[in-house]
């Protein structure tokens, strides 16, 4: 057929800022995100945001993942749905809006619980889409329509519905257990929201003597040494704990100490939790200050005295309790001078006494891990308070068998292990936290503290037979938001309502999430469904059939993106381009220490001299795809983008290349294998490889594979061979109309399918291109989203022809590299002898002959006999074959030995510096290690290049 679309159709350079502009419009606009497949269904549940976050470069490597997954299977006819949805975020919108609130001097409390909801509301109505329009950006195919929030009235529904069931089943109980307490936002926190950051401490020792005057150490000391890091909470100590085996204690094991200010008598226990080389192998027990002490105090029967309030201040009577699990059973009062103080002015003047009174034995430095939140950065008091919580035992053994038996799939297996780990080790979860933003827990108190649990008062009253006039107040507290995220895959499908959605697309067939929330999230969604989702014969249902867990992204040198380290990279950014102050700005502002933002600018300057250039969202997914392996760590490497920058820029002039030579000329409408010769039969079976290995590396979840494999094909064999191979062909007025049409029509076909093939990975750039090349070819529709994906077929693979061209590709290689070498230009004609050539090869070689002439500017070839000795000439090897260029006429000699001579000079000098610094002992006993050993590299490096020279100068001489 005769096209009128031409390269005229394609802009001169690849700009993909209105590309992805028009077509992410297009595609929303059009529905085209929406389930559309009649094959078999395919879904995939986005881990959702928090509405108060904006991208970073774990969103977009998630993000990109899970688009190529589901472009992928829309593209194989499936049924296809990506469902959206944010988290609320508890603490984290409750902050923000309060922030807001403090700048106009007003507290949530001012407001009252009702008007400071409200409050929120307008808050996420206003600004609460940013990370929305944000995935947008990364060209995700998300079904909009159908976007949840975890406080939308439906999953409301859900959530009471979950909790009141639990409730009912005996698995959702109150009770008092220790927590991670934040003093400042007055709530309980999960392990997740609590980051342990390296700080410098101290470790004090104090001594504590015995009740038996007569008791001595074995070095007859009346006391025992007992090392801390937390000196205020000796206050609340029930024992002094020693290693069963630490022979220095074993005789003291049953004693009785004093606990010094208090005069309280406690126990000497043994247990194997204390570590016998930490500070002097006595560890002071606080059973209600610290997670490990309260598991030693149940192991032991300690009783538990809480000291602090919920301020983390020292109370004026502290709460004593026999032992876990029970209620409080007395109050004891406060040292005096001690009720009201804050923990850690408490510190200071307990150290104080103890250093008045004589019993602080030494003060060492000591680094250690401080817990701190992650909002509000204070450090989190371990704490009993009366929460929710559920009873996880029950809920875990089903969700360890859909693992062990294979229901559920881990990829890399590897992390199986890490969640059987948790699994086996599991505690109940506590569920409850003290914030206003958030699921209400639906249980009310009457007077006298009675408790009782429904989907809403009147379903209270009317249960329990509850009159009107009888006071309930409904709990105050929210639910952890991992409570609602973990009903994610069926609450978002509509239950507990029976929905065509919930039918069609549950089970879901794969997560795509980060290891570090396995258990935070993963093995909560699986608990979760497999309780509440059933089958039609009553088995449970599983939440996914795969967790495909990938790596954390971390910067070029492995180390953890922070703010605080001033590596972050903001992945709009790279799509977009920023300028250098605008990016030294984003990285310095809100930093405290001004040496740090002084540093971390000088760093940006030296890194980022010109900003970072826009590489647009194609060149950044295929990033991120090229780099998801099964590994745990991303490294992210801007060099990576740029090269995949160019990649999307080769495709580009590729496709203006072949738009050019078949504009207004026949290009074949129906396949012609009877015209194909060997770049045609080779392409369409490399092709077919190509499209193998794809699919191989979706089905294995290897996208860092199946970016390989794209851009081998394209890159490798398409633009820098097959391309190549046409010109002889459509350049020839010998070759016949019908063989070019042919030629053109594959050139069209290849290219087509090729972007059909990298569309999962690079989504703008194919639609742009593939709406010009596929009504060339007849075919064609309204996007390439629901194009066919590539299927390779078997009878186009042509094992004969892949080896003909692999022997050609050789061959050429060697002349390029002799003509390089040589010097010899791109334009002169070379005879070419051939060496230890095979009756096998030889008919290769008249297979490709005309072509090996055409792309290696061969004139003649000759075969040598395997005894002949070739005439002075420049050589290569190809396996067991030589290959000989004659230099006699192709080069001035004298001419040519000076050029290499400037070579040798300036060689010889870079050698001779490296092995005199390598001579220099200062310099090998200084550097570190790894320095050393490149120079050593560069050593040898230049004394091959050396010799190759002098072998060079050695032949020209003989001319």
């Given amino acids: 057929m005769t096209d009128a679309q031409t390269a005229q159709n394609i802009a001169t350079t690849y700009d993909p800022t209105e590309i992805e502009k028009k077509w992410y419009k297009t595609w929303e606009e059009q529905g085209y995100f929406k389930p559309s497949g009649h094959g078999e269904s395919f879904c995939i549940m986005i881990p959702p945001p928090n509405v108060t976050g904006s991208l970073h470069m774990g969103h977009g490597f998630n993000n990109a993942i899970m688009d190529a997954l589901t472009r992928y299977n829309r593209m194989m006819g499936k049924n296809t749905l990506w469902q959206p949805g944010t988290d609320h975020a508890g603490i984290a919108t409750q902050m923000v809006v309060e922030r807001q609130l403090g700048l106009q001097g007003v507290t949530r409390h001012d407001l009252g619980r009702e008007k400071f909801i409200e409050k929120v509301w307008e808050w996420k109505e206003q600004s609460g889409g940013t990370i929305t329009k944000q995935i947008r950006r990364l060209g995700s195919s998300v079904d909009w329509s159908r976007e949840r929030f975890t406080m939308d009235e439906g999953l409301s529904n859900a959530v009471k519905e979950v909790f009141v069931r639990l409730h009912e089943d005996g698995l959702i109980y109150r009770g008092k257990r220790l927590v991670n307490w934040d003093p400042k936002l007055q709530t309980a926190l999960s392990d997740l929201e609590v980051e342990s950051k390296e700080e410098k401490g101290s470790l004090w020792h104090f001594k504590y003597f015995f009740e038996d005057k007569s008791v001595k150490t074995q070095d007859g000391k009346d006391y025992l040494v007992v090392a801390t890091t937390r000196p205020e909470t000796l206050l609340g100590d029930t024992a002094v704990a020693v290693h069963p085996e630490d022979e220095r204690y074993a005789h003291l094991v049953g004693k009785n100490i004093v606990l010094p200010i208090t005069g309280r008598l406690i126990p000497i226990v043994a247990d194997d939790y204390v570590e016998k080389d930490f500070g002097t192998g006595c560890v002071k027990i606080t059973p209600a200050h610290d997670f490990n002490d309260y598991e030693l105090g149940k192991r032991n029967s300690l009783p538990i005295i809480n000291i602090f309030n919920k301020n983390a201040e020292v109370l004026g009577e502290f709460e004593y309790i026999a032992k876990a699990g029970e209620q409080i059973s007395k109050t004891i009062t406060a040292p005096a001078d001690y009720a009201g103080l804050e923990r850690f002015e408490a510190r200071k003047k307990l150290v104080a006494q103890a250093e008045a009174e004589g019993w602080l034995d030494q003060i060492q430095p000591y680094d250690l891990k401080a817990p701190r939140g992650d909002r509000s950065g204070v450090i989190i008091e371990p704490l009993l308070t009366d929460q929710w919580y559920v009873k996880i035992a029950p809920l875990a053994e089903p969700a360890i068998e859909a693992v062990q038996d294979g229901r559920i799939k881990f990829v890399p297996e590897q992390y199986s292990n890490m969640y059987m780990a948790w699994m086996r080790d599991i505690q109940d979860w506590c569920i409850s936290r003290q914030l206003w933003w958030g699921h209400r827990i639906p249980a009310w108190y009457d007077a006298d503290g009675n408790i009782y649990v429904g989907r809403s008062e009147d379903e209270v009253r009317a249960k329990n037979n509850i009159a009107a006039d009888i006071e309930l107040k409904q709990d105050e507290d929210v639910l952890d938001t991992w409570f609602s995220s973990a009903l994610w895959t069926f609450s978002t499908l509509g239950w507990p309502e029976q929905t065509p959605e919930l039918k069609t697309f549950h089970p879901t067939d794969v997560l795509v999430t980060g290891f570090d929330i396995i258990f935070f999230w993963v ?235 990298a569309h999962p990975l690079m989504p703008y750039l194919t639609e742009e291109i593939w709406q010009t090349l596929a009504p060339m070819l007849g075919q064609g529709g309204p996007t390439i989203m629901t194009a066919q994906y590539p299927i390779p077929e078997q009878a186009k693979i042509n094992e004969q022809a892949e080896a003909d061209m692999q022997w050609l590709q050789g061959l050429i290689g060697a002349v390029r590299n002799i003509r390089g070498e040589m010097g010899l230009g791109n334009a002169r004609l070379l ?88 001579a220099n002992e200062g310099f090998v006993s200084k550097a570190p290690a790894a320095v050393v050993e490149g120079e050593k590299a560069k050593l040898a490096e230049f004394a091959a290049q050396l010799e190759k020279v002098k072998a060079n100068m050695e032949q020209i001489a003989a001319l």
């Fill in 831 to 918: 005879p070419v002898l051939l060496q230890n050539i095979s009756d096998a090869e030889r008919e290769q070689i008249t297979r490709i002959e005309a072509l090996f002439k055409a792309l290696a500017k061969v004139e003649s070839i000759e075969f040598l006999g395997k005894d002949q000795e070739p005439p002075l000439s420049s050589s290569s090897v190809i396996g067991h074959a030589s290959v000989f260029v004659p230099m006699k006429g192709l080069i001035d000699p004298k001419a040519e030995l000076g050029r290499l001579q400037k070579d040798l000079d300036k060689i010889q000098k870079q050698h001779d510096q490296i092995a005199n610094k390598l």
């Fill in 523 to 757: 093995a909560r969604m699986i608990m979760m469904t497999m309780h509440f989702m059933k089958n039609e014969d009553g088995s449970s249902q599983i939440p996914f059939k795969t967790v495909y867990v990938h790596g954390l992204v971390r910067d070029g040198e492995g180390q953890k993106m922070s703010k605080s380290k001033g590596n972050v990279l903001d992945p709009l950014d790279l799509i977009d381009g920023i300028d250098l102050e605008s990016l030294v700005a984003k990285r310095t502002t809100g930093l405290m220490n001004p040496k740090d933002a002084a540093k971390i600018e000088k760093s940006t300057r030296k890194e980022f001299p010109e900003g970072i250039n826009a590489y647009g969202t194609d060149a950044v997914r295929f990033t991120f795809c090229a780099l998801a392996n099964t590994g745990r760590d991303i490294k992210f490497d801007l060099k990576r983008v740029e090269g995949y920058r160019n990649f999307c820029n080769k495709i580009w002039n590729a496709t203006r290349f072949v738009l050019m030579n078949v504009e207004g000329q026949t290009v074949g409408q129906q396949a012609r294998p009877d015209l194909w010769e060997l770049p045609e039969q080779w392409i369409i079976s490399r092709l077919q490889k190509a499209e193998a290995a794809v699919h191989q590396a979706f089905a294995t979840y290897r996208l860092d594979l199946a970016a390989q494999a794209i851009y081998d094909f394209i890159w490798n064999e398409y633009c820098d061979w097959y391309v190549e191979l046409t010109k002889p062909v459509l350049n020839d007025a010998e070759v016949s109309e019908e063989r070019k049409a042919e030629v053109r029509r594959v050139l069209l076909a290849v290219m087509e399918a090729s972007l059909r093939l």
